[in-house]
Nanobody, 124 residues
Framework: QVQVVESGGGLVQAGGSLRLSCAAS????????MAWFRQAPGKEREFVAT????????YYADSAKGRFTISRDEAKNTVYLQMNSLKPEDTAVYYC?????????????????WGQGTQVTVSS
């Protein structure tokens, strides 16, 4: 079993930055991938970014490209999401997820383990 716990959400003004963290514990595999999704009120959960644990390949949603950066610290089993130039439309609950074996980076059902989420609110 794998547990993932997010932290780092909060309230920020438009144009500001936040860094989210996701700590993974339990059994992990070299084929693992970890991702960030988000869900705004009244909307479906959507893919933001993912990173393969082995090799560090990254994938981004179009909405995240150029503003968000996903990275990992292997020694700490932690994944980060650096979010810059935040917009009010980035307001959502951000979820960390882990996939035992990633086949489709943005496909929500490929992810096996989920955190409880952390709220990010961007004011205009």
């Amino acid at each position: 079993q794998v547990q993932v716990v997010e932290s780092g959400g909060g309230l920020v003004q438009a144009g500001g930055s936040l860094r989210l963290s996701c700590a993974a514990s339990g059994r992990t595999f070299s084929s693992f991938a970890m991702a960030w999704f988000r869900q705004a009120p009244g909307k479906e959960r959507e893919f933001v970014a993912t990173i393969r644990w082995s090799g560090g390949s990254t994938y981004y949603a179009d909405s995240a490209k150029g503003r968000f950066t996903i990275s990992r610290d292997e020694a700490k089993n932690t994944v980060y999401l650096q979010m810059n130039s935040l917009k009010p439309e980035d307001t959502a609950v951000y979820y960390c997820a882990a996939a035992r074996e990633l086949r489709r980076p943005g496909y929500i059902y490929d992810y096996d383990y989920w955190g409880q989420g952390t709220q990010v609110t961007v004011s205009s």
